[in-house]
């Protein structure tokens, strides 16, 4: 077996696009989605990884995020209470799966080689941020801009604002850990 047995791309299936819907309240439907998803799952599994890779301040950060994108879904639900809890969406579903595969081989990939793993989820939740924020969130708030919905617009730039610093940090993670003495 490789010294590490996973790869970026394979750690890349456990994130989720949310969709730009037909209407507005389909495009919240499918943020809240995947921001709970992120924070209830996803973050909380990359920061179980770094505590037993031993970066307790890495686990802390991954965290925190998860946190702040529970605070996203919150900021929408906002402007559509009732909306209780949202349809699972198809690409959802999929990284969920992808993540429950990885789950089963990640503590021996950790044991094997805690630095590798780490640096690829480090390397994927920047990719993961960069892409909410500059590519599928403004979709979002455009969208909301078209349809006069002030609010909306202003709620989902705030969330871009929040996905770019999110990829800040963990950029900074990443330096911090490859500054770390390589392990024995
Ligand atoms: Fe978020
Ligand atoms: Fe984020």
């Not at 009732?82 to 799966?97: L, V, Y």
């Amino acid at each position: 077996m490789n010294k590490c047995d996973i790869t970026e791309d394979t750690i890349y299936q456990c994130f989720a696009a949310a969709t730009t819907g037909k209407t507005l309240g389909a495009t919240a439907t499918s943020f809240v989605d995947v921001e709970e998803y992120e924070n209830q799952v996803m973050y909380p599994e990359f920061s179980r990884w770094a505590k037993k890779a031993g970066y307790p301040q890495i686990a802390e950060l991954f965290l925190k995020v998860a946190g702040e994108e529970k605070l996203h879904a919150t900021w929408l639900r906002k402007l559509y209470e009732g909306m209780g809890t949202p349809a699972r969406g198809e690409d959802t579903q999929r990284a969920i799966d992808a993540l429950e595969t990885i789950r089963k081989n990640s503590d021996a990939l950790i044991a094997q080689d805690p630095k590798t793993v780490i640096e690829k989820a480090l390397k994927v939740a920047i990719k993961v941020e960069q892409r909410e924020y500059r590519e599928i969130y403004p979709a979002f708030r455009d969208q909301a801009i078209q349809a006069g919905q002030k609010e909306a617009a202003e709620v989902y730039q705030r969330v871009i604002n929040s996905e770019e610093q999110h990829s800040q940090w963990f950029e900074k993670a990443l330096t911090t850990l490859e500054n770390y003495p390589q392990a024995a």
